[in-house]
Every structure is written in C-alpha cells, then in structure tokens.
C-alpha cells in the first residue's frame, strides 16, 4: 500500500518554497496539499508507520501548518480529517490573506481497514442523506468548534472527491448560521447523469433542455404550492457564497459541474431563465423523494461558484479524479465564476 504518492518530496510541490497566499495557484496547491496530508495521515496508521517514520508531516510542516487535531470516524477508527493551524512565526512573506486554520477530508482509500465505511458513506452522497451520517456529525461539531473558538479568523474547508462532499456539506450548514468560509473542492461528486460526456453539442443541449423542463414541470406539479417560496430563499441564502471548484473534464464524476453552470447561463441567454432557475433548485430523484415525505437536500446543486477547469491531457481516468493533479506546477486551466442572482 506504501507508494511514493505518499512522500512528500517525490510527489509534492516542493517548488513552493515561499507561498504568496494572494495567488490562486499557490492557495490550491497547499488545500490540495493538506487534503493529501490527511490520506497519508490515514495510511500512516494502517501501516503502522509512526514518528520519525511517518509521512504525513511533511505535508503540512513544508508550509508551516501544525496539526491541532485528527477527526476519527467513529464506526471504522478511520482518519478522515484533520484540522491545521498555520504558525505565523515560521512565515517570511505576508500573511494577511492566509487562513489561520484548515480543516481538510480525504476521499475514499481502497483499503480493507477504510473501503468498507467509506463505499457506505459514498451510497449516502448520491442519497443525498451524508447529513444522516456520524461522520458529517463529527465534521461539522468540529467546524463549528473552531468557528466559535476563533470568531475572527480566517477558515478554510478543503475536500477531495467524498471528502469534498462532505466539506461542501459543512460550508452549506455554516453558511445558514451567517458564517462563509473559503472552501476548496477537488473533484467534487455530482449526483447526475454525466451528459459532459457526451461529444455531440447539439444532442447534450438537447438532453439539458429536456431535463430542465421535466426538473421544473415536476417541481410544479409535485411540490406544493407553499414549499416553493421556501426553497427559492433557502437556495437564494447561498448564493453569497461561492465555493472553489476543481474539475477535471475526463472525470465522470465531477465533470457535469461544467454543464450545470454553462447551461444556466445559456437559458438565460435563450430568454427562459425563469424555468432554469426552478429546475437548477430541484432534481428529479429529490422532487419524488420529498413527495413520499423523505427529507432530501440535493448537494451538488450550487446557487454558485468559482470553476477551474483542468483542461490539460489525462493519463487516465485516476489521474483525472486524483488529488496530485492540483498542485501541478505547469496545469493547463480555465477559471470562471458563476454568481446566481
């Protein structure tokens, strides 16, 4: 299981000797960083590798981060998050745009000690009932923990694949308590169909189309009458915040973010922004699902957000959903930002 992935001066941006905390590139290679730093810290434990042979603190030590504290799952004795500090005495440039902490969640490790809570955890994304789960419950207490501990501090969330659901899914909770925080997702899940896919323009606009009028035609006919002011200011309440997108066209997975948002912005174009902005509050499975009285808050779906599009050759299908892509020093992006009004 002991692969160079794990060791931070092989795989890691050691290039990043000084970071300028007011560039984008440098701010995702630490977040993406310190996400890596909790899958090592994680198979440091299952192979028992422990001080001074551990991986793991190089992965926050090298940006003068400390680590406060490991958040283990309850139901597997897993590390699935850590929160960092950064140490304000170790920098030599400016820190006025740093955050004090971070607190970062690993995605699924397909190893026997993890893969079994985790496969489990992932079935609650699509869902949509990770909220249900003991470990969004230990997230969240402890988001919550540092937020009431340190009012006035600059917090950052980071997360990578599961693990970014699960950061999305705090920022959102916080952000109905009045609190934004500054959230990293690395390839996000997006629980729907992967029409970005599909190579032909004309049949994916098609398709889109087709799916916003039965999105909100359902929503219509199904939702009642007096739910549907609720939903416009519950989904309105977010838009102020818009989290850090990192996508990778090839990764199935995450890739439908990038027609999700192109999509809205084209049926405003086309004039029929009104019936886009009630099916892009919606999806089908949750409008049947709230119509049989199941509670169910659709987590992919983002009033808006800052979208980085790696659009740079894959290697393949894991290095397009992986991590390590996102501190690359040489990354071909696109940056949009899509805000809901």
Same mark, same amino acid.
């Given at each position: 299981?002991?692969?160079?992935?794990?060791?931070?001066?092989?795989?890691?941006?050691?290039?990043?000797?000084?970071?300028?905390?007011?560039?984008?590139?440098?701010?995702?290679?630490?977040? #993406?960083?310190? +996400?890596?730093?909790?899958?090592?810290?994680?198979? =440091?434990?299952?192979?028992?590798?422990?001080?001074?042979?551990?991986?793991? %603190?190089? &992965?926050?030590?090298?940006?003068?981060? /400390?680590?406060?504290?490991?958040?283990?799952?309850?139901?597997?004795?897993?590390?699935?998050? #850590?929160?960092?500090?950064?140490? %304000?005495?170790?920098?030599?440039?400016?820190?006025?745009?740093?955050?004090?902490?971070?607190?970062?969640?690993?995605?699924?490790?397909?190893?026997?000690?993890?893969?079994?809570?985790?496969?489990?955890?992932?079935?609650?994304? @699509?869902?949509?009932?990770?909220?249900?789960?003991?470990?969004?419950?230990?997230?969240?207490?402890?988001?919550?923990?540092?937020?009431?501990?340190?009012?006035?501090?600059?917090?950052?969330?980071?997360?990578?694949?599961?693990?970014? #659901?699960?950061?999305?899914? +705090? #920022?959102?909770? $916080?952000?109905?308590?009045?609190?934004?925080?500054?959230?990293?997702?690395?390839?996000?899940?997006?629980?729907?169909?992967?029409?970005?896919?599909?190579?032909?323009?004309?049949?994916?606009?098609? @398709?889109? @189309?087709? *799916?916003?009028?039965?999105?909100?035609?359902?929503?219509?006919?199904?939702?009642?009458?007096?739910?549907?002011?609720?939903?416009?200011?519950?989904?309105? $309440? $977010? !838009?102020?915040? !818009?989290?850090?997108?990192?996508?990778?066209?090839? /990764?199935?997975?995450?890739?439908?973010? @990038?027609?999700?948002?192109?999509?809205?912005?084209?049926?405003?174009?086309?004039? +029929?922004?009104?019936?886009?902005?009630?099916?892009?509050?919606?999806?089908?499975? =949750?409008?049947?699902?709230?119509?049989?009285?199941?509670?169910?808050?659709?987590?992919?779906?983002?009033?808006?957000?800052?979208?980085?599009?790696?659009?740079?050759? !894959? *290697?393949?299908?894991? &290095? !397009?959903?992986?991590?390590?892509? &996102? &501190?690359?020093?040489?990354?071909?992006?696109?940056?949009?930002?899509?805000?809901?009004?």
């Amino acid at each position: 299981m002991s692969s160079e992935k794990d060791i931070f001066s092989i795989c890691g941006p050691t290039y990043l000797t000084s970071v300028d905390w007011a560039c984008q590139h440098h701010c995702r290679s630490v977040a #993406a960083s310190l +996400v890596q730093a909790v899958y090592v810290l994680e198979r =440091d434990r299952q192979l028992n590798r422990q001080f001074p042979g551990a991986f793991a %603190p190089h &992965w926050w030590e090298f940006f003068h981060f /400390d680590l406060i504290r490991k958040l283990v799952d309850d139901a597997d004795n897993s590390i699935f998050g #850590a929160i960092f500090e950064l140490n %304000p005495n170790s920098q030599t440039g400016s820190i006025s745009n740093a955050p004090r902490f971070v607190v970062a969640f690993r995605g699924t490790i397909t190893e026997q000690d993890s893969i079994s809570r985790d496969v489990t955890l992932n079935l609650h994304v @699509i869902q949509n009932s990770l909220h249900t789960t003991s470990r969004f419950l230990i997230a969240m207490q402890a988001v919550k923990n540092v937020s009431s501990a340190f009012p006035n501090s600059v917090i950052w969330l980071a997360g990578h694949s599961l693990g970014s #659901a699960l950061a999305m899914l +705090v #920022a959102r909770n $916080m952000v109905k308590t009045g609190k934004l925080l500054d959230t990293f997702l690395f390839n996000p899940p997006f629980c729907g169909a992967p029409i970005e896919g599909i190579r032909d323009e004309r049949v994916k606009q098609g @398709i889109r @189309i087709a *799916r916003s009028l039965i999105t909100a035609g359902l929503n219509i006919a199904l939702r009642p009458r007096e739910e549907r002011p609720i939903l416009e200011y519950s989904f309105s $309440m $977010m !838009a102020a915040w !818009a989290p850090h997108l990192f996508i990778n066209p090839n /990764d199935h997975l995450c890739s439908e973010y @990038i027609g999700y948002f192109e999509h809205r912005k084209n049926m405003e174009e086309f004039g +029929v922004g009104s019936i886009e902005r009630l099916a892009t509050q919606n999806s089908i499975g =949750d409008i049947f699902l709230k119509a049989l009285g199941r509670e169910s808050e659709p987590l992919h779906l983002l009033p808006s957000a800052n979208l980085t599009t790696n659009v740079g050759p !894959a *290697r393949d299908f894991k &290095w !397009a959903h992986g991590i390590q892509q &996102w &501190w690359q020093p040489d990354l071909n992006l696109v940056c949009k930002q899509y805000r809901y009004t």
